[in-house]
């Protein structure tokens, strides 16, 4: 991973939890821990989804990270299966980087009909979505918005999703700070 994509999805975990929405990711190590690392450094509540049966298997057989998190649930459900659970419990699905584990997680979030936001110029899936929707040709309800900062990304993720609640579309749930 290029030191630039580390940043970036650092950054990104960070605009996340200025806005006070807790983080979900599938637990794992690579840019989502990233993303993690930031929320944390701004304090908001961090939730991953381990394709584990306990914190044991967590750690030894997926090699992932746990201290960072507040909660893990153990899904049991190996890496793809976890994604199921991970995705349907966002809002706002991020895309950063990524390799088939994201593609993955983004045919979910577009056939779930999510808002998802895509961090361009971090590489992998990242920068391939705009192809792929191309491709796909469906009409799931699914809005996808693109940006190479993670501050303006945000900020036009959440404006989308007020949107999506004003609209009937999503039902807002906030977290408080603190």
Known sequence: MREHDLAQARELGRQIARH???IITGACPGLPHEAVLGAREVGTFVLGISPALCLDEHIDRYHSPHEEYDALVFTGSGLMGREIETIRSCHIVCIVGGRSGTLGEFAIAYDEGKLIAVLQGTGGI???IDEIVGMVHKDTGAEVIYDRDPRALIDRAI???????RRGVAHCIRIPNG
């Open 20 to 22: 006070g929405a807790i």
């Open 159 to 165: 404006e989308h999703y007020e949107d999506r609640v």
């Open 126 to 128: 990242a920068d391939s």
